[in-house]
């Protein structure tokens, strides 16, 4: 096991499992935060219940700063990532893997570290923390028998790379960054989209209006192909079909509780790369513009 020690940037649903699952596996782990989840994390620790990996508590070490030279896991939401980007300017990290949703945040993240290796990779599962603050640890719930991680074929021997193997979870290592991304930006926007426009599980939002169901997997299968990640809407129905009935996406808690959430860096990041190739969304454009609405 490397003596290097191990940072997560974002100690949210992902990050809090993530870093919970690299200590049980024995690795030096601090979480970076701000100030005061930082200290509350520092003081409290978290509590982890999942289905997977059962229940425990997490005693992690917690800084606003990430040890100098460490190897980064970076589990922040879009609106983190200009803030995750400083953290690594001035920390030398020795590798850095982003698990964030989208495509658009490793120009900013590699920008940010250039003397490192910097991989964009990609997680599943469904996780949720309660809020951190007052006397108690917040909780990292993990629901389902899935937490897969999906690394490029390039990032196959980094020792980041070795020690997300070490925590139980599925890793698979296969493709380029570029395909790795659009496999779960294609998923992840049909899941969130879908799920957020009526407000339930993925079951029934994909029945409750199925011409709009179709037109906006063959929109975003368009794109995804267009990308270089050859997609169907068939096959995008599909993938939801297998999940859980009651899995939704993340952006669902985020805009039913009034926050835009990554609605643009799911949604509009694929509207962007549509533009680019000159491909007419329509029913995209449509959800993307009336989700922003419900929240502006």
Same mark, same amino acid.
């Given at each position: ?27 030096? #782990? ?6 005061? /989840? ?5 003081? *409290? ?21 990430? +040890?100098?030279?460490?190897? #980064? ?7 983190? #990532? ?22 658009? *945040?490793?120009?900013? %993240? ?8 910097? !991989? ?6 469904? &996780? @949720?923390? &309660? +809020? !951190? ?6 909780? $990292? ?44 930006? @294609? ?5 969130? %989209? ?13 029945? @409750?209006?199925?011409? %709009? ?9 368009? $794109?995804?192909?267009?990308?270089? #990640? ?13 999940? +859980? +009935? %009651? ?28 533009? @680019? *190739? ?6 995209? /454009?449509? /959800? ?9």
């Amino acid at each position: 096991m490397s003596d290097v020690p191990v940072a997560v940037i974002g100690p949210g649903a992902i990050g809090g499992l993530m870093a919970a699952l690299l200590q049980r596996a024995g690795h030096d #782990v601090t979480v970076v935060a701000r100030e005061a /989840t930082a200290a509350h994390i520092a003081e *409290h620790g978290l509590d982890v219940v999942s289905d997977m990996f059962g229940s425990w508590h997490a005693p992690l070490a917690a800084s606003t700063t990430v +040890p100098h030279g460490a190897q #980064v896991l970076v589990a922040v939401k879009a609106d983190g #990532v200009a803030a995750a980007a400083d953290l690594l300017r001035d920390a030398a990290p020795a590798e850095v893997i982003a698990l964030l949703n989208g495509v658009e *945040h490793m120009a900013a %993240l590699r920008a940010a570290a250039p003397g490192a290796r910097v !991989v964009g990779a990609t997680i599943a599962g469904q &996780t @949720r923390r &309660t +809020p !951190v603050g007052g006397p108690d640890p917040a909780t $990292v719930t993990h629901s389902f028998d899935l937490l897969t991680i999906v690394v490029p074929a390039d990032a196959a021997d980094l020792g980041l790379t070795a020690a997300l193997r070490d925590t139980g979870a599925l890793l698979q290592t296969g493709g380029t960054e570029a395909e790795v991304l659009w496999k779960k930006l @294609r998923f992840l926007a049909a899941l969130s %989209l879908l799920t957020s426009t009526w407000s339930t599980g993925i079951a029934d939002a994909l029945d @409750r209006d199925p011409a %709009l169901t179709a037109a906006l997997l063959d929109e975003i299968a368009a $794109v995804a192909t267009a990308e270089g #990640v050859p997609s169907t809407g068939a096959e995008l129905r599909t993938l939801l079909g297998g999940m +859980p +009935p %009651l899995t939704v996406g993340s952006l669902e808690a985020d805009l039913s509780a009034g926050r835009p959430g990554e609605l643009d860096a799911i949604g509009g990041a694929i509207l962007r790369a549509g533009g @680019r *190739h000159g491909i007419d969304l329509p029913v995209l /454009t449509a /959800t993307v513009d009336r989700l922003a609405a419900s929240v502006a």
